[in-house]
């Protein structure tokens, strides 16, 4: 099992940053790669960012490119998202979740969200 705990959210203005960190227990030497996902009220959940645990190759939504950057410490089991340049379309809970080397087609872990708010 490996447990995320989200943190980081809050409220802030349009054009302002935040940076959420996601901290990983438990099986960590498990995690194959660790992604961020966000719901906004009314909305389906959708993928915003992902990286590879070992190698750091990372994807990113199209709404988010260029202005959010995931990034991972790996002595920390910490996985992170800067995210700059916010507007108040993301607003939302955002959800960090793992996928485990011995089942890597989907998120098995997800922590508890931690919920941005953009004002315009």
């Excluded at 790669?33 to 915003?48: D, L, N, S, T």
Aim: charged share 20%; aromatic share 12%.
């Amino acid at each position: 099992q490996v447990q995320l705990v989200e943190s980081g959210g809050g409220l802030v203005q349009a054009g302002d940053s935040l940076k959420l960190s996601c901290a990983a227990s438990g099986r960590t030497f498990s995690i194959y790669m660790m992604a961020w996902f966000r719901q906004a009220p009314g909305k389906e959940r959708e993928f915003v960012a992902a990286i590879r645990w070992s190698i750091s190759n990372t994807q990113y939504s199209d709404s988010v490119k260029g202005r959010f950057t995931i990034s991972r410490d790996r002595v920390k089991n910490t996985v992170y998202l800067q995210m700059n340049s916010l507007k108040p379309e993301d607003t939302a809970v955002y959800y960090c979740a793992a996928r485990d080397t011995l089942d890597t087609a989907r998120y098995a872990y997800w922590g508890q969200g931690t919920q941005v708010t953009v004002s315009s």
